[in-house]
């Protein structure tokens, strides 16, 4: 029973690391100290400026600005122009709806009329 103490401490003694070993082992993740918003290529900045919610707008040709007529604000015109496109979508939209209905409702009074 004496040597098996000795083999085991012996073994012990050949498998021993050194700490320059250990660290050689690890691996570090790379840190970065800069802001993270430099490292994206698209970033939100809100608008410092308000939006403006009014319908009605002046071109002006000469500054190539939209501006609007009731507040001055200027206005980005592919913003304009899709909102535009929306209410006018909408409208359609609803025209077609209103139209559905009047037939709907033409139909019913013609059954009304032709049950009397």
């Not at 800069?34 to 970033?43: E, K, S, Y």
């Not at 809100?46 to 919610?53: A, I, L, V």
């Not at 913003?79 to 009047?102: P, Y």
């Amino acid at each position: 029973m004496c040597h098996a103490p000795l083999a085991f401490a012996s073994k012990e003694r050949s498998m021993q690391i050194k700490p320059e070993d250990e660290l050689s082992n690890i691996v570090l993740f790379p840190v970065k100290e800069d802001d993270p918003r430099n490292q994206v290529n698209f970033l939100y900045e809100p608008s410092e400026r308000p939006y403006c919610y009014h319908a009605s707008v002046r071109v002006d040709e000469k500054e190539r600005q939209v501006r609007c007529k009731i507040c001055g604000a200027v206005v980005e015109p592919f913003d304009w122009m899709l909102s535009v496109a929306k209410r006018e979508t909408r409208l359609a939209d609803d025209v077609r709806l209103l139209r559905q209905e009047e037939q709907e409702r033409r139909k019913n009074i013609e059954k009304l009329i032709q049950i009397e």
